[in-house]
């Protein structure tokens, strides 16, 4: 039996991840507008996802420890902790276009001050879309009341700042090779060490209050397929596809989940925002096509 083309495989795993990062758009703003904190919920992410990474440790060789404080830090503790707390000041729309949305950009724009990796003309072009798209978003933000504006462009700039994050771990996952499963577990029991002693001890928490079927969706999805499932699906495709063409492909989220939120979430869109999601879905869409002819 022959075994499957590293490029397609490395699309399987692309499109599940977009079905559970669309789902985690909805589930996660429906937290934010929960009892929940958003320190609780990365708490669950990181607590269930460390029970289950437990379990596969003995089968892994864990990296050095650098390498696990940097996959803790960006892929970890700063990309949870930034757009959980997003989720609680800004509508799925705009989580939408910043998180996956804006991952291309970032991810180009670090990769190039960082590694001297310049995008392609193509590429750029695609870029250009995305970067479009943004700025649409913003625009929506700033046409809001005052104070609904400055509670939204908090979310919006921890939106970016949790996209630049997880731009940064693309980026390490292809200078630190290694399995899905060993990433997956790394990052997970590196950021339940860093994180929770943190939060049981300092931080703010309503876990006592909250009902008990909010808890259980936020543990399944953000610990079990956001965190472990996604993330070995990531790392794989990372790995086949290169990390600048997943983030690329990772851009056909916005389209999805913001249009899934207006019948979930009840969060109708506007027209920039609307705009905003054609332009980084055109965006991803064109930047698909460069890369599969490359």
Not at 43 to 60: D, N, S, T, W
Not at 65 to 73: A, D, E, H
Not at 211 to 225: C, D, R, S
């Given at each position: ?7 397609r ?37 990181f607590g269930?996802?460390?029970?289950i ?16 404080l ?46 001297r ?10 870029l ?46 292809r ?25 049981w ?6 876990l ?8 259980a ?29 997943v ?33 980084v879905?055109?965006g ?11």
């Amino acid at each position: 039996m022959s075994k499957p083309h590293p490029t397609r495989s490395g699309l399987v795993a692309v499109f599940f991840t977009i079905c559970i990062w669309t789902g985690f758009i909805l589930v996660s703003r429906y937290g934010g507008k929960g009892v929940l904190t958003g320190w609780d919920v990365t708490a669950l992410r990181f607590g269930v996802g460390a029970l289950i990474a437990l379990f596969f440790l003995p089968r892994v060789t864990l990296p050095p420890y650098k390498v696990i404080l940097l996959f803790s830090v960006f892929g970890g503790v700063g990309y949870a902790v930034a757009v959980y707390a997003g989720f609680r000041m800004a509508p799925a729309a705009h989580a939408a276009v910043l998180l996956p949305g804006a991952l291309p950009f970032a991810t180009a724009v670090i990769a190039w001050l960082w590694l001297r990796q310049k995008p392609s003309p193509a590429q750029r072009s695609a870029l250009v879309l995305v970067f479009i798209g943004i700025t649409l978003t913003a625009a929506d933000t700033l046409s809001h009341g005052a104070h609904l504006t400055g509670m939204q462009m908090l979310g919006d700039l921890l939106f970016l700042c949790g996209s630049s994050s997880w731009a940064v771990f693309t980026l390490l996952l292809r200078r630190y090779p290694m399995s899905p499963l060993t990433a997956a577990v790394s990052t997970t029991l590196g950021s339940a060490m860093l994180y929770l002693p943190v939060w049981w001890l300092f931080l703010p928490s309503t876990l006592g209050q909250a009902p008990l079927a909010e808890i259980a969706i936020q543990a399944i999805y953000q610990g079990v397929l956001v965190v472990f499932v996604a993330m070995m699906l990531y790392t794989f495709a990372v790995s086949r596809l290169g990390g600048q063409t997943v983030a690329l492909l990772m851009a056909i989220v916005p389209g999805l989940s913001a249009l899934a939120a207006v019948p979930v979430l009840g969060e109708p869109l506007s027209l920039l925002t609307l705009a905003g999601l054609s332009a980084v879905t055109m965006g991803a869409v064109f930047g698909a096509r460069v890369s599969s002819r490359k």
